[in-house]
């Protein structure tokens, strides 16, 4: 099975790097930019016009190796759908934005409904077919709470959490990208490794070759952008697999950087409409270190090392919890 994984993976990488460049040229070709947000500092109006629904790459580039060599058993095929409708919602938003020709999408509201319709089906499918408990195992401690009813709620955040992290991370090339790959590797690890659930193994593969793929256009400057497409679909699969390792509380240590983008805008907001005062410069905490006059590589650079301190001492927690 190792050598399956490793092969979906790298046809996954190798897929997107193959569609990538005839994806961009489509693109181009029917104009379907990024319109930039006026509140972002001012270095990113040059990146108005640049391609974006790269998630559609990405997620083309998971399907294929997954579909051919995967065995399909209840928990992958659970993370495979629900990245798969948060893809969906992305690429909704996505296209509201480029037919509107404007930076707003989608209404907070028909988000949320649409988000919640993913959890409570990703809650079925993990009770009625992975076999899954309504615990919730903190994995840190070492006990567990019965939510009964409230499990469904707890999915729910953990979904909306996921994609509004990824999200809100996207804001420089390659960033989301690259602790997507990172948060990803982790998972992968920790379903082969420890608690031999391959096939899920598998489909983290496909995920991380594709990030990575996506990477080599998608790296400062980028020549593509993911969009709502990936982000949404790639926080909607770290999600799921929250759910199907039972690591929902884990989560907020493994996905340590996009509970940090998170948090800092969160805590802005609230600072300004309580004290009217700004505690960073610009949220999410990204910008604030852009309008710092750290470069954009330096940044990208040290928040992927982030990620990796952060998925590294959620990956060691997991080993200990389960041995």
Known sequence: MLGEILIAGMASLLICIFLGPRFIE???AREFGQHIREEVPEGHAGKAGTPTMGGLVIFLAVSIPFLILGEYDAASLA???TA????GLGFLDDWSKISKKRSLGLSGRWKIAAQAAIALGLWWVATRYVGLDEQLNTRIFDFTVD???LYPVLIFLVLA???NGVNLTDGLDGLAAGCGAIVLFAYTAMTFLTSGQEDVAL???CLVGACVGFL???SFPAAIFMGDTGALGLGGAIAALAVVTKTEILLLILGGIFVVEALSVAIQVFAFQRFRKRV???APVHHHFELLAWSETKIILRFWIVAAICSAIGFTLYQQSVT
């Open 216 to 218: 080599w256009f998608n």
């Open 147 to 149: 939510l009964g009813i």
């Open 84 to 87: 798969m409708a948060s893809a």
């Open 280 to 282: 960073f410069l610009m």
């Open 26 to 28: 489509f693109l181009r």
């Open 79 to 81: 993370v495979f759908g």
């Open 203 to 205: 489909i983290c593969a």
């Open 161 to 163: 959490g996921a994609t």
